[in-house]
């Protein structure tokens, strides 16, 4: 079986703390064949880019991480780009000056940088907040430049998290199948969050009815992701993460190099 985790965050993350040595040595620990490190690259409206990521200490990491590991794990360098929308000057200033094998195209701000892990959630309209955060996941995926858009159930985390109650994504499907169209169009795909496996108690990001909505779209491409912020989380579920494809109907998983996607079966 190759395995994968196509999204890992190392002390290069603000909320990271893994020393992505050991983010390595974990991987081939639990046997994998390939890991991507996908630190923060979160954009604001009124900062540079090198707000948040050290970016020359990272990229000079990242590379020769790859190259120490060359021969016993594939090592990949990404990084999970968050709200290029809301500057994509400087988004785009990083992304020309740094070669990566991977993006993941994510939406943790909206508008004024509002971090949605803050929002509260019992004193809102779900439904509206959602649909809103459905047009941010839009905007990126018409206009931005990425290889899998990152945890588009995000919100549901927070709102179960506070609430004690998911909530009903059926409403939501036509606007899923939309936004599924157009990353299928634009070549890209999606990835499998399970960081709230990682983390023990929480939910897939999407749950297996979306993940069948994208497969039943055309969706083929789809990456398999902790988003371990610590190492010893790093791998824990490559495999169970391949089982819940495998119910959804997917035959394959993928994986970037230089920002071409591979597939290998699952
Ligand atoms: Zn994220
Ligand atoms: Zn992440």
């Given amino acids: 079986m ?22 390595c040595r974990q991987a081939i620990g639990r046997g994998l064949s390939e890991i991507c490190i996908t630190d923060h690259m979160d954009i604001y409206s009124d900062q540079p880019y090198t707000y948040q990521l050290d970016c020359e200490n990272w990229k000079k990491t990242m590379d020769d991480l790859k190259e120490k590991y060359r021969g016993k794990l594939l090592v990949h360098v990404g990084i999970e780009l968050g709200q290029p929308q809301i500057n994509p000057k400087q988004a785009r200033i990083f992304m020309e000056k740094y070669s990566m094998d991977f993006i993941i195209g994510s939406i943790h701000n909206i508008e004024n940088d509002l971090d949605i ?44 998290e506070q609430t004690g109650t998911a909530p009903d994504m059926t409403e939501f499907y036509d606007r899923f199948r939309q936004l599924f169209k157009c990353v299928i169009e634009k070549g890209r795909g999606i990835e499998l969050n399970l960081s709230g496996l990682a983390r023990g108690g929480g939910k897939p990001m999407p749950e297996e009815d979306l993940l069948k909505l994208y497969r039943e779209c055309g969706g083929e491409i789809i990456t398999v992701g902790s988003d371990a912020h610590v190492a010893s989380q790093v791998g824990t579920i490559s495999k169970a993460g391949q089982e819940i494809l ?21």
């Fill in 2 to 23: 190759f395995l994968t985790d196509d999204h890992l965050h190392t002390r290069f993350s603000f909320d990271g703390k893994a020393d992505p040595e050991d983010v």
């Fill in 117 to 160: 892990y803050y929002c509260d959630y019992k004193n809102m309209d779900i439904r509206k907040f959602y649909s809103h955060y459905i047009d941010w996941l839009m905007e990126l995926a018409k206009n931005y430049d990425f290889d899998v858009m990152g945890h588009i159930t995000y919100p549901s985390r927070y709102i179960l």
């Fill in 246 to 266: 495998a119910g959804a109907g997917f035959r394959y998983i993928t994986w970037f190099e230089e920002r071409k996607a591979y597939f290998e079966r699952i």
